[in-house]
Nanobody, 122 residues
């Protein structure tokens, strides 16, 4: 019964930066793959970045070179550092734990957070 709570969202101008955090509590997460997803109005939820238990990472083509996913295992916090933000990055961002290794962006996960809003203006 792991709980995930996102924070760090907000409104920034294009070209700005934000760092999102996802804190896990309420149980033992163990060794699992964790990911960030996002959903904009009128669009389907899409995978953004995933970090596997061995530390390897995968990113959506739209964010490669701009976003970095990382985690602090001791504090049980997942991060998403976002730079050079674009208006098309505006969305509700969700963290997920326990995504499938072979298809991490499929939308399946053991746990989901409630989301944090990111708005990028031009």
């Amino acid at each position: 019964q792991v709980q995930l709570v996102e924070s760090g969202g907000g409104s920034v101008q294009a070209g700005g930066s934000l760092r999102l955090s996802c804190a896990a509590s309420g149980g033992t997460l163990g060794s699992s793959s964790m990911a960030w997803f996002r959903q904009a109005p009128g669009k389907e939820r899409e995978g953004v970045a995933v970090i596997f238990s061995d530390g390897r990472t995968t990113y959506a083509d739209s964010v490669k070179g701009r976003f970095t996913i990382s985690q602090d295992n001791a504090k049980k916090i997942l991060y998403l550092q976002m730079i050079s933000l674009k208006p098309e990055d505006s969305a509700m961002y969700y963290c997920a734990a326990g995504v499938p290794r072979n298809s991490p962006f499929s939308g399946a996960a053991h746990y989901w957070g409630q989301g944090t809003q990111v708005t990028v203006s031009s």
